[in-house]
């Protein structure tokens, strides 16, 4: 038994040698005309994708679509002066691509988080999927570490699985696997994971913070966003007991959460005693929590962000953010105007899910003003050309410094009144006169 064990390993690592390559040998793998996939944040192979943008730099590439969500690396195709043949397409438009979407380089494919997964099935072209993954493991396998995300259906669609093999992406024991029989082509590029900085928590966001941590019960489970108010939120957290885990993004305030003893997930009625999430981004501490962890569970994004499982917790919690809110209570989370700013990921699945769960409440939060206090987020009316991330008929808690506005249930005028009441003082008169101007309030 041990010497067909060691004689398989000797088997995957002559596979492994085959195939390894150097970055420009990965990316010259990429035929002229495709389609290519990456997915989210940690997954995306700098290495290979800098070779294929100085191929095309070279004029070596025609007519190559570059798919991806979450971007954390500046690509040369968003930026001015973009290499021919290559046509970025962007499904959340996050920091990285929203210079080329805004100027007309990046293309955008709008849809839920969740829903992404089919759209690729039943909509997209993958002709390579290209990922960054752990470390080969002694039986041939790679791990998609921090991300489950949209992997699995990429791997399942695509014609070639071309990867990119870092020593510092931890092995997540439940995030999908390649397995060496599988790739097209390897090469190695062990460069430090890039770190989210955590946000500053200022006095708004603790005060924003502190009103939501008080209307969490003792054993709700949660789903928290990215940002200096849902860190808030966790810091508000630490004192509340048997809390549970269910998120699309695992963060530095969930591990905290975990190792102060505030989260055990024991009240779950599903993966109980676990945390789970579809991927994580956050500091080197969540890296090292998710390696060869078995309490922590990276699942698919059809599944996880389905509101239907999100449900079936009790006493559900969602914090998310906005950029400005309606007397309506329509949400916009995208875009200031037109210009793009994000995407709308899961928000909306999230929003859904936790007033679908007994007890479960969905938390929109943000300061109450933006641009250094000279304009309001809550307004009479979107600014035009506002992309609606959460529509009036889902909205439920809307969250500033100066309170809770519940919206859920609520006719215009009192979603009007509620909001007006949140807003900065200085704002309140301004929207009253609108609110009256037309007919809402009289």
Not at 48 to 75: F, H, M, N, Q, W
Not at 100 to 126: A, K, Q, S, W
Not at 127 to 153: E, H, I, K, W
Not at 413 to 429: C, Q, S, V, W
Request: aromatic share 6%.
């Amino acid at each position: 038994m041990v010497w067909r064990m060691v004689n398989g390993m000797n088997d995957y690592r002559a596979q492994y040698e085959e195939k390894l390559t150097t970055p420009e040998g990965a990316a010259a793998q990429i035929e002229n005309g495709a389609c290519i996939f990456s997915d989210i944040a940690l997954s995306q192979p700098k290495a290979i994708l800098d070779a294929l943008e100085a191929r095309a730099r070279r004029g070596e590439v025609s007519d190559v679509t570059l798919s991806s969500l979450l971007d954390i690396y500046p690509l040369e195709c968003y930026q001015p002066d973009p290499p021919a043949g290559l046509h970025p397409v962007s499904l959340f438009c996050g920091t990285g691509a929203r210079q080329g979407v805004n100027g007309g380089r990046c293309d955008v494919l709008p849809g839920y988080y969740r829903d992404f997964p089919r759209i690729i099935r039943e909509n997209r072209t993958v002709d390579v999927f290209c990922a960054a993954v752990s470390p080969m493991d002694r039986n041939g396998y790679f791990s998609l570490g921090m991300t489950a995300s949209v992997s699995q259906t990429l791997i399942d669609k695509a014609d070639k699985l071309i990867l990119e093999v870092n020593e510092h992406i931890p092995y997540s024991l439940s995030a999908p696997v390649i397995h060496i029989s599988q790739v097209t082509a390897l090469c190695e590029h062990d460069m430090p994971l890039v770190e989210l900085s955590p946000a500053p928590l200022d006095e708004v966001s603790l005060k924003i913070g502190g009103l939501i941590a008080d209307e969490v019960r003792d054993g709700s489970t949660l789903q928290l966003g990215i940002g200096a108010i849902p860190d808030a939120v966790g810091m508000a957290l630490r004192e509340k007991r048997n809390l549970g885990i269910h998120t699309e993004m695992f963060t530095d305030s969930m591990v905290e959460l975990i190792q102060c003893g505030a989260v055990d997930n024991s009240r779950k009625p599903i993966h109980r005693g676990r945390s789970v999430a579809t991927f994580g981004f956050g500091s080197k501490r969540i890296y090292d929590y998710i390696d060869h962890n078995r309490a922590i569970e990276l699942l698919p994004v059809e599944y996880v962000n389905d509101p239907a499982v999100i449900a079936r917790h009790p006493d559900f919690v969602s914090v998310n953010a906005a950029l400005e809110v309606d007397f309506f209570g329509q949400v916009c989370a995208e875009s200031i105007g037109t210009y793009v700013v994000s995407g709308t990921g899961g928000q909306v699945d999230y929003v859904r899910g936790a007033v679908l769960s007994p007890g479960g409440q969905s938390f929109i939060a943000f300061p109450s003003t933006a641009k250094g206090g000279t304009v309001s987020r809550i307004v009479p009316i979107l600014t035009p050309g506002a992309i609606v991330t959460t529509g009036k008929n889902d909205v439920d808690n809307i969250v500033t410094e100066y309170g809770i506005a519940r919206l859920r249930g609520r006719t215009l005028r009192e979603r009007t009144e509620n909001l007006i009441a949140i807003a900065h003082p200085k704002f309140r008169d301004e929207l009253r006169y609108e609110a009256k101007k037309r007919n809402i309030l009289i």
